[in-house]
């Protein structure tokens, strides 16, 4: 089936009102994204992975970057509650202008001058970070975050599951807990050590993973799901896999320097989250 026929077949509900902030946007995605046909759906993981390209980019290069066609981009914004693409755009130009500075021209500039210097590419992190961080205040839903908050200070255990990228989120997370004396288990894999066992019904899961997603990250936290336990993930976009374990998402949108990720956005999250169910529990 082709996505002009998918498009129109795919059933979905009434279009909504449309949203009037960013914060609003991400919000009514994450509402709607299982709805959406299948083309919809990835260029809903694009734009959610790059929020601010939809300011400065055309329908043709927003769909490119998607690897959609243009009429996809269209009937997303429709989807969306807005009249086409001029409308969303204004959106997220409004939220972008009040952005300093203007991070993708940095880039731009910078990447002019070559990064065959160590400095050079220095100051390329440093850009994407910030940007990043930025990001990180539009991604993160502040009522899922006080949930996710909410649900770790009344569990008995927390345990932390990521690997590969996401490793030095959950055991950055791990020290922090220890530091506050949160009982916490990081489920690390080292010697192939299996501790899924330790995971009980009134636990919560830290699931922390980004595409390309980690098999052993949603299996285990599926299996923990299964046990009774509530899961809290750390992942990039709304239709990530462990969406569909009911988890709470805290998405983060990292930008890359070549095919290269720092986790600026990532550990500032984790911090905050650590740093917030400490206090939490603190009060109880």
Known sequence: MNDANENATAASPASPAAPESTEAFFKLLGSRVDQLPKRLKQFANFIAANPDRVAVSTVAELAEGADVQPSAVMRFCQE???????????????????????YATRLSKLREHGTESPSALLAEFVEVGRASLENLLTTVDPVGLQQAVDVLARAETIHMIGFRRAFPVTSYLAYAFEKMDVPAVLHSGIANMNMEHLIRPNDAVIAVTFAPYSELTIDMAT????????IVAITDVVTSPLAKLKAIQLLVSELDVGAFRALSASLSLAIALAVSVGAARNRT
């Not at 509650?81 to 009040?98: A, E, T, V």
């Open 223 to 230: 299996r923990a799901r299964a046990t009774g336990a509530d």
């Open 80 to 102: 969306m509650g807005f009249s086409g693409y001029s409308q969303m755009q204004k959106l997220f130009r409004s939220d972008y202008s009040q952005k300093w500075p203007d």
